[in-house]
C-alpha cells in the first residue's frame, strides 16, 4: 500500500498513544497538515510494515539490494555505513578535509583513520577529484576495509566511480560514496552517473537538491541487509516522523515520473542558455546543476558580495569563485533573475 496510501484512510479511534497531539492538537499552526500526518507507531496504523514496503519498492527504482530512508541527513548514512561493515581496530581510508560525519564515523566504529590528500585546483580554489591511481598508492600501503570518496564535491567537482571501485576490489577494501550532492543523477543521462548500484553505500541528501525536506537522505547499499538494519538501529530513533518518512516516498516517486524528469530536463536546459548569454564569466565544467562562476578582476568573496547586494544568496565561494546550488525548486524565474544580476555586476566592474 505504500506510505501515501496509508495516510488517505480515515481513522475514528480516539488515541491514548504518542506522540500525545493525537494529529488534533497544533502548537504550531502553519504546520496543522504536518501535525496531522505526524502518526504514532502503533499497530492502529501498522506504519513499520508500510514503511518497509516503501523502502523495498524505492531500493526497485534504485537497482540496489536495500535503500533506506534516512531523516538524520547524510550524516546519518555515513555512519551507518561505517558501522556496518567496519569492527574496532579497522582502518578506513577518508579525506583530509571531508565532511566531519566521515571522521566521526569512523570513530564511532572504534576504526583508526587513514587519511589521503586532493591536489587544489588554484584557478577556480577548489579541490580536484580522487583518481585511481592516487587510490591504488594508499591501498597498496595499507591495509583498508573501507574507503569514503565525496563525489561530486561541493562545487561539483567529479571522481571516477567505477574506476575507483575496481581499485577497491582489486585490494578488498569496500566503497562508501558521499553522494549527498547527486540525489538527482539517477534520473537524468545529461547528468553524471551515479554510483548507486557501483559502490557498496551510497549516501544521497534528498534535501540539497531533489526538493526535499531538510534533513531527508538516503542509503543505497548492495551490501548485507542485516548488518545494514543493525547499524540503523544504533544511530537511528525508534519514533520516526512519519510525515516526514512520506515526504520521502513522495519525493522519490516525483523524480522517477516523467514530471521529475522532465523538470531536471528543462533545468538543464535553462542553465546551459544562462551560460551561453553571460561570456563575460568563466563557468566550471562539473556537475552543471552546480552553477560555478568567477569573473576577470574580481574575487569569489567580491562576487559573492555583489551578488548578495542584489537580493542573489550563493552556497558557497572562495578567494577565485562563487558557487550558486541548482535543483528540483530552481525555476524560470530564478534563472533569469541570476542572468540580470551578472549581466548588471559585469557592466559596473
Given at each position: 500500500?505504500?506510505?501515501?496510501?496509508?495516510?488517505?484512510?480515515?481513522?475514528?479511534?480516539?488515541?491514548?498513544?504518542?506522540?500525545?497531539?493525537?494529529?488534533?492538537?497544533?502548537?504550531?499552526?502553519?504546520?496543522?497538515?504536518?501535525?496531522k500526518?505526524?502518526i504514532?507507531?502503533?499497530?492502529?496504523?501498522?506504519?513499520?510494515?508500510?514503511?518497509?514496503?516503501?523502502?523495498?519498492?524505492?531500493?526497485?527504482?534504485?537497482?540496489?539490494?536495500?535503500?533506506?530512508?534516512?531523516?538524520?541527513g547524510?550524516?546519518?548514512?555515513?555512519?551507518?555505513?561505517?558501522?556496518?561493515?567496519?569492527k574496532?581496530?579497522?582502518?578506513?581510508?577518508?579525506?583530509?578535509?571531508a565532511?566531519?560525519?566521515?571522521?566521526?564515523?569512523?570513530?564511532l566504529?572504534?576504526?583508526?583513520p587513514?587519511?589521503?590528500?586532493?591536489?587544489?585546483?588554484?584557478?577556480?580554489?577548489?579541490?580536484?577529484?580522487?583518481?585511481?591511481?592516487?587510490?591504488?598508492?594508499?591501498?597498496?600501503?595499507?591495509?583498508?576495509?573501507?574507503?569514503?570518496?565525496?563525489?561530486?564535491?561541493?562545487?561539483?567537482?567529479?571522481s571516477?566511480?567505477?574506476?575507483?571501485?575496481?581499485?577497491?576490489?582489486?585490494?578488498?577494501?569496500?566503497?562508501?560514496?558521499?553522494?549527498?550532492?547527486g540525489?538527482?543523477?539517477?534520473?537524468?543521462?545529461?547528468?553524471?552517473?551515479?554510483?548507486?548500484?557501483?559502490s557498496?553505500?551510497?549516501?544521497?541528501?534528498l534535501?540539497?537538491?531533489?526538493?526535499?525536506l531538510?534533513?531527508?537522505a538516503l542509503?543505497?547499499?548492495?551490501?548485507?541487509?542485516?548488518?545494514?538494519?543493525?547499524?540503523?538501529?544504533?544511530?537511528?530513533?525508534?519514533?520516526?516522523?512519519?510525515?516526514?518518512?512520506?515526504?520521502?516516498?513522495?519525493?522519490?516517486?516525483?523524480?522517477?515520473?516523467?514530471?521529475?524528469?522532465?523538470?531536471?530536463?528543462?533545468?538543464?536546459?535553462?542553465?546551459?542558455?544562462?551560460?551561453l548569454?553571460?561570456?563575460?564569466?568563466?563557468?566550471?565544467?562539473g556537475?552543471?546543476?552546480?552553477?560555478v562562476v568567477?569573473?576577470?578582476?574580481?574575487?569569489?568573496?567580491?562576487?559573492?558580495?555583489?551578488l548578495?547586494?542584489?537580493?542573489?544568496?550563493?552556497?558557497?565561494?572562495?578567494?577565485?569563485?562563487?558557487?550558486?546550488?541548482?535543483?528540483?525548486?530552481?525555476?524560470l524565474?530564478?534563472?533569469?533573475r541570476l542572468?540580470?544580476?551578472?549581466?548588471?555586476?559585469?557592466?559596473?566592474?
Open positions: 500500500m505504500g506510505l501515501v496510501s496509508l495516510f488517505k484512510k480515515h481513522f475514528r479511534t480516539i488515541f491514548f498513544t504518542t506522540p500525545s497531539h493525537s494529529g488534533r492538537f497544533f502548537i504550531t499552526s502553519k504546520f496543522r497538515q504536518f501535525y500526518y505526524d504514532s507507531e502503533t499497530d492502529t496504523y501498522n506504519p513499520q510494515a508500510e514503511l518497509q514496503k516503501s523502502e523495498e519498492k524505492a531500493a526497485k527504482i534504485y537497482n540496489v539490494k536495500s535503500t533506506k530512508f534516512l531523516l538524520n547524510s550524516t546519518s548514512g555515513i555512519i551507518i555505513s561505517v558501522l556496518a561493515c567496519c574496532s581496530g579497522d582502518n578506513v581510508l577518508i579525506w583530509d578535509n565532511h566531519k560525519c566521515h571522521k566521526n564515523a569512523v570513530e566504529a572504534g576504526a583508526n587513514i587519511y589521503y590528500e586532493l591536489e587544489k585546483n588554484e584557478e577556480w580554489g577548489i579541490y580536484k577529484e580522487l583518481t585511481a591511481e592516487n587510490l591504488e598508492d594508499k591501498l597498496r600501503n595499507n591495509d583498508v576495509k573501507a574507503v569514503i570518496v565525496t563525489s561530486p564535491s561541493y562545487y561539483g567537482v567529479l571516477d566511480i567505477k574506476s575507483l571501485k575496481n581499485v577497491c576490489k582489486k585490494y578488498g577494501a569496500l566503497l562508501i560514496v558521499d553522494e549527498a550532492h540525489a538527482l543523477y539517477p534520473f537524468c543521462n545529461e547528468l553524471p552517473n551515479s554510483s548507486v548500484g557501483i557498496d553505500f551510497t549516501v544521497q541528501s534535501h540539497k537538491t531533489a526538493g526535499g531538510n534533513s531527508t542509503l543505497h547499499s548492495t551490501f548485507d541487509k542485516q548488518k545494514i538494519e543493525k547499524a540503523f538501529e544504533k544511530v537511528s530513533t525508534t519514533s520516526p516522523s512519519y510525515a516526514m518518512l512520506m515526504s520521502i516516498e513522495r519525493n522519490i516517486a516525483y523524480l522517477n515520473s516523467w514530471h521529475g524528469r522532465d523538470y531536471i530536463k528543462t533545468l538543464i536546459e535553462r542553465i546551459k542558455t544562462l551560460k548569454n553571460l561570456p563575460m564569466y568563466d563557468f566550471y565544467d556537475d552543471i546543476t552546480k552553477i568567477k569573473k576577470q578582476g574580481m574575487t569569489g568573496f567580491e562576487l559573492s558580495e555583489r548578495f547586494e542584489n537580493g542573489i544568496e550563493d552556497e558557497i565561494t572562495n578567494e577565485k569563485s562563487t558557487m550558486l546550488l541548482c535543483g528540483i525548486g530552481t525555476d524565474k530564478k534563472i533569469q542572468e540580470k544580476v551578472l549581466k548588471k555586476i559585469s557592466k559596473e566592474k
